[in-house]
């Protein structure tokens, strides 16, 4: 009789273990957002952008082919200063980024505007360069005049042939820091982008807005230096590159859990007899 009730209490004090485990896992799981950094530059070395290598990513290569003019430096205060003509540049990702439903990739730098020209031009985006490295240029970051003198706007687009999306003024010659995240979304040409500055909202929900494909793969970072007439003079620092994973839905993780640990109760009652077991 004393074996067999020591035997009941070890096995409940097993199930109880489970339970507490599974509760531990459930709070984790809920919690638990998967982000990575995936590329990252302060710029911290003047010169040429071509050929320098970032602290996180590949080495930054020229975009296409031809006679480097005008190259992307990095200026005497460790800034990279991208101007309104010239070479663009691209650096891999540390690995690329399959376009997962429910997944997002988030820019995030430092941003002062020097000069804006005509109706503007995007300095900023991604690319495949396994694909292609002169023109599927997606989430655009475009900055043009704003409506009076020394302001700015902010634009996003998610690839060529469409209208991008513009938010309020901003001081030109001021330094922001901004966030740009772009989420994918189940179907055809309707991801959507937000961008923050300063840790506010500045546009939210931008559809994809151009009319090509969304890429299948998202692996390089890349710097543009727009057209003589529109392009923008900015100046960028401390750039990173985040791949932030969904999780699972709270309930599901709780139905698990629920059927894991009833699953543990009844064999409990089976081995044991009992009708019921308290916690």
Same mark, same amino acid.
């Given at each position: 009789?004393?074996?067999?009730? !020591?035997?009941?209490? +070890?096995?409940?004090? @097993? +199930? ?11 709070? @984790? ?31 930054? *290569? ?37 376009? *997962? ?17 005509? %109706?503007?031009? $995007? ?9 292609? *490295? ?18 700015? #706007?902010?634009?996003?687009?998610? !690839? ?13 010659? #001021?330094? $922001?820091?901004?966030?740009? #995240?772009?989420?994918? +979304?189940?179907? %055809? ?12 909202? $500045? !546009?939210?929900? &931008? ?13 390089? +970072?890349?710097?543009? #230096?727009?057209?003589?007439? *529109? ?21 599901? &993780? ?26």
């Amino acid at each position: 009789m004393l074996k067999r009730f !020591l035997v009941a209490s +070890v096995s409940w004090l @097993a +199930v109880k273990k489970s339970l507490i485990v599974s509760i531990v896992l459930l709070s @984790a799981m809920q919690s638990n957002v998967r982000s990575e950094i995936i590329f990252s530059d302060d710029f911290s070395t003047a010169g040429p952008l071509i050929g320098s290598s970032p602290d996180i990513g590949g080495i930054w *290569t020229q975009t296409g082919t031809g006679v480097v003019t005008n190259p992307l430096t990095v200026n005497a205060s460790n800034q990279l200063v991208v101007g309104n003509t010239g070479t663009d540049a691209f650096a891999a990702l540390s690995r690329s980024v399959p376009k *997962t439903d429910g997944d997002s990739l988030v820019a995030n730098f430092s941003l002062n505007v020097a000069t804006v020209l005509g %109706a503007g031009d $995007y300095f900023f985006h991604f690319m495949d360069p396994a694909v292609n *490295t002169t023109t599927t240029f997606t989430n655009r970051i475009f900055a043009r005049p704003g409506t009076g003198a020394g302001l700015f #706007q902010v634009g996003v687009l998610g !690839l060529s042939t469409g209208t991008a999306t513009f938010g309020a003024d901003l001081n030109i010659g #001021q330094t $922001y820091s901004i966030r740009s #995240q772009w989420n994918f +979304v189940p179907g %055809a040409l309707n991801d959507t982008f937000s961008i923050g500055v300063d840790s506010t909202p $500045y !546009l939210t929900n &931008v559809i994809w807005g151009g009319t090509g494909a969304e890429p299948t793969n998202i692996s390089a +970072v890349n710097f543009r #230096q727009g057209a003589v007439a *529109t392009g923008p003079t900015v100046t960028i620092d401390n750039l990173t590159v985040d791949s932030i994973s969904a999780v699972p839905e709270p309930t599901s &993780v709780a139905l698990m859990s629920m059927v894991g640990v009833a699953g543990l109760a009844a064999r409990y009652r089976r081995k044991t007899g009992s009708s019921s077991v308290a916690v």
